[in-house]
């Protein structure tokens, strides 16, 4: 994309929603994708159009129900989702029986972290169960009105570090780029509730991405660029490709990172046009956002298959949340359906002091005890760093259970996985012979 005076008038976030996929390739789906992923006990129906992402039984009779006009040709388009997308109560008490609580919320809603999500991600909501995992972190209840002192709009203050717009750089040698304030779907818990959404602050255009991009060249420290939002795969491929290539010219950045929950609630944005278009700015590392287990349909399954085939390493984040995550069972089951999709369980986050979060927050106790529980019990591969990112600013701060238990003459003391202690003999290190 050229750097035109009509080109920098343009906002960037509203996805274009007229955009044609007509260049994709035609379906090729690889078969073992399912395997026990997927305990479905219907066959899955692929779609015969460009889009690579199948549709599941249960979204089927979601779009019969619900968008019994739509074709599955329709369903599969992205931008399709985006503008059928779940946004008010009308739409979603014909979904939802809702509770009066639920039903309260969202018609008290005036400002602040709207109501959409997806057709897809809207057909994975249980109907009836309002403590369903995905419900609970889609649907506003009336505990997002409550607020503590504690809790802030910025509690990482992002916005004081910032040198120019859409830019944190809060270490050293990388820096979070904002390139949207827009989402498929938005997530009750969100750390940036305070600027996603067409209500927040947030509103990014060409000029303000040129001049990110600018203080990026200017400073040569930076090695590893995160792309985050918002979502950026919720951008249209012209300007997801503009701001790939355009970090990608500046020599001294060796890694970008996406950070987005696209392959989770929109997995049909996942075209082989867009897929062509990362194969191309490799190393590209991708940060998928995860809650929980029942979120690994064949749509995602696929979403991250067709990712890691690119070639781009996938790794996953999760925010810790109170009645919806926070069972060491219900994240092996998620870390090991992640694994087999070979998306890397990467950070568990504690959930961050935003206004009216804490009917999401657990105790940091939870979270060490999902890590004991974890490690030493299944893959060290499938165990995530556990992370307070600290509020005002100081950054992910990991936290690890009690494995070191003290030291003495002969060594360190360790405690092993199962509760057993050990001895390191550290100080034979000091007096071996020769040493
Ligand atoms: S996808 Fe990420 S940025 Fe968007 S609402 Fe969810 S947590 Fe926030």
């Known amino acids: 994309m050229k750097n035109t005076g009509h080109v920098m008038s343009v906002c960037v976030d509203d996805p274009d929603p007229l955009s044609s996929e007509s260049t994709d390739e035609p379906p090729s789906i690889p ?124 509690p990482l203050h992002e916005e004081h570090q910032s040198p120019v717009p859409g830019v944190v750089h809060r270490y050293p040698d990388r820096v979070l780029f904002l390139t949207t304030g827009f989402c498929s779907s938005y997530c009750r818990y969100c750390t940036r509730s305070r600027m996603v959404g067409c209500n927040g602050k947030f509103r990014s255009s060409i000029k303000q991405w040129q001049q990110a991009i600018s203080y990026i060249e200017q400073t040569p420290q930076i090695r590893d660029v995160l792309l985050s939002g918002g979502d950026p795969l919720t951008l249209p491929d012209s300007q997801l490709e503009y701001l790939l290539s355009s970090i990608r010219r500046i020599s001294h950045v060796e890694v970008i990172r996406i950070g987005t929950k696209v392959p989770v609630v929109l997995p049909q944005r996942i075209t082989p046009k867009m897929l062509r278009i990362l194969k191309k700015y490799n190393p590209l590392w991708m940060s998928i956002h995860f809650t929980h287990p029942d979120e690994l349909t064949p749509e995602t399954c696929a979403a991250c298959t067709q990712l890691a085939d690119a070639g781009l390493p996938l790794g996953s984040q999760t925010v810790l949340l109170k009645g919806i995550n926070d069972r060491v069972e219900t994240l092996k089951t998620l870390y090991h359906g992640l694994m087999k999709v070979r998306v890397r369980p990467y950070y568990l986050y504690q959930c961050d002091p935003i206004l009216g979060s804490s009917h999401f927050r657990t105790s940091v106790e939870t979270g060490i005890e999902m890590i004991e529980g974890l490690r030493g019990h299944t893959s060290g591969y499938a165990v995530p760093h556990y992370v307070i990112d600290a509020p005002g600013g100081g950054g992910k701060i990991p936290l690890l259970p009690d494995y070191f238990q003290g030291r003495t003459a002969e060594g360190v003391i360790l405690r092993n996985y199962e509760g057993a202690l050990f001895r390191y003999p550290e100080s034979s290190l000091h007096h071996a012979p020769g040493a």
Not at 108 to 127: D, F, K, N, Q, V
């Open 31 to 154: 078969q073992s994708l399912f395997g026990d992923i997927f305990l479905a006990p219907h066959p899955v129906r692929r779609h015969p159009s460009a889009c690579r992402i199948p549709i599941s039984p249960p979204s089927q009779q979601f779009l019969r129900n619900f968008y019994p006009q739509a074709s599955e040709a329709e369903w599969s388009n992205w931008h399709w989702q985006i503008r059928n997308s779940v946004a008010s109560l009308d739409q979603i008490r014909r979904m939802i029986d809702l509770t009066s609580d639920e039903r309260m919320a969202i018609m008290c809603h005036s400002s602040g972290l709207p109501l959409r999500i997806t057709p897809y991600y809207a057909s994975l909501i249980s109907r009836s169960d309002p403590a369903q995992a995905i419900r609970r972190s889609m649907i506003p209840v009336m505990d997002e009105y409550l607020t503590s002192p504690d809790e802030k709009p910025d």
